[in-house]
């Protein structure tokens, strides 16, 4: 899946301690699974922009 978003931006992307590495850690049925591999995106459809002080804004 090509795409203008970076996984290394995506707040699904997430890094695996027990086997030392990056995965996307969404969470997908079988038909869900089926329609992305079928399906040819420009950008991933599950990409959300990491984050890390949405939080802090909202407490502000």
Do not use: T, W
Not at 12 to 25: A, G, I, L, S
Not at 33 to 51: H, I, T
């Amino acid at each position: 899946m090509a795409g203008k978003a970076s996984c290394d931006y995506c707040s699904n992307y997430v890094y695996n301690e027990e086997e030392e590495y990056y995965e996307c850690d969404i969470s997908l049925d079988e038909d869900d699974y089926g329609r992305l591999l079928e399906s040819s995106f420009q950008e991933c459809p599950y990409f959300q922009m990491d984050d890390e002080y949405k939080i802090v804004r909202k407490q502000m």
